[in-house]
């Protein structure tokens, strides 16, 4: 429509001034602007811009891929592979009926108890998920030499055990080549609370792959191709009262 309106409007300066050069060379510069503003408008009017939703990615919370899982009270067993949790309210979370994650007939329920009225987001199935994860960080940053991870995750005397023995297999040569393959359980050995220190003792069931090796890469103990089962017995310590939620190895032992 606008296109057409510009032509009439030209055509009839062009029907009145035909006899005149001078007039002449003026429509020629009329004709040249209003062609190059038509042509504008279409290339304005004919692009559509703008939102339109169609490029929009559902929004992700990087949290969910997280959330610890949930474990089976059967007293103070908790296995590692359960469903999902169900969601918790904080109001709910500080009740008598809260979930702690062990059963109020274990040995050890009073003592979570009294951990969960220090710190009200605690429970045995979280501070599992946080256990193993410990268990794999610890046990290859030590089969690495890695002392600046260790430190990280001990107190110091543990810090120093480890210390000593990745000390002695560098001094003769030799080097882990070890694997954790699976963690199958995790069982609450023992629980105590001196004032707001807490001590949680856990047992782990894993799966590993055991090898030591030379400096010429011969195997002088263990078999890489063989997995075996191993059982340990880890002590973890934390301030419940304080806000840091990262508890400390202070004690290891096989069964």
Same mark, same amino acid.
């Given at each position: 429509? $606008? ?9 009839? !300066?062009? =029907? ?8 002449? &060379? ?39 891929? !997280? ?14 592979? =359960?469903?999902?949790?169900? +969601? ?50 610890? $046990? ?9 991870? &260790?430190?990280?995750? &001990? ?24 694997? &954790? ?6 069982? $609450? ?36 191709? +063989? ?21 400390? $190895? ?6």
């Amino acid at each position: 429509m $606008l296109d057409r309106q510009v032509l009439i409007l030209i055509k009839a !300066h062009v =029907g009145k001034q035909m006899n005149n050069d001078s007039d002449n &060379l003026f429509l020629i510069i009329i004709a040249f602007i209003a062609g190059f503003i038509i042509l504008q408008l279409r290339r304005t009017l004919g692009r559509k811009d703008g939102y339109d939703g169609k490029d929009e990615k559902p929004s992700h919370n990087p949290f969910e891929e !997280h959330k610890p899982k949930s474990k089976t009270p059967d007293d103070n067993v908790v296995h590692i592979h =359960g469903d999902k949790p169900e +969601k918790v309210t904080p109001e709910e979370s500080y009740t008598q009926s809260k979930d702690l994650g062990v059963a109020k007939s274990s040995p050890f329920y009073d003592t979570i108890e009294k951990i969960g009225d220090f710190d009200r987001g605690f429970t045995v199935p979280i501070f599992f998920d946080g256990a193993e994860y410990a268990y794999g960080m610890i $046990l290859n940053a030590f089969w690495q030499g890695d002392m600046k991870t &260790l430190k990280t995750f &001990l107190n110091r005397d543990v810090c120093g055990q480890f210390e000593d023995a990745i000390d002695n297999m560098k001094d003769q040569g030799h080097v882990f080549h070890n694997v &954790l393959n699976d963690v199958e359980k995790i069982e $609450l050995e023992d629980a105590s609370l001196d004032g707001s220190m807490a001590e949680l003792t856990v047992r782990y069931k894993s799966h590993m792959t055991i090898a030591i090796k030379d400096e010429d890469g011969n195997i002088i103990d263990g078999d890489e191709d +063989k997995i075996v089962p191993v059982i340990d017995i880890w002590t973890f310590c934390r301030d419940v009262k304080r806000g840091d939620p990262n508890w400390t $190895l202070v004690s290891t032992s096989n069964a």
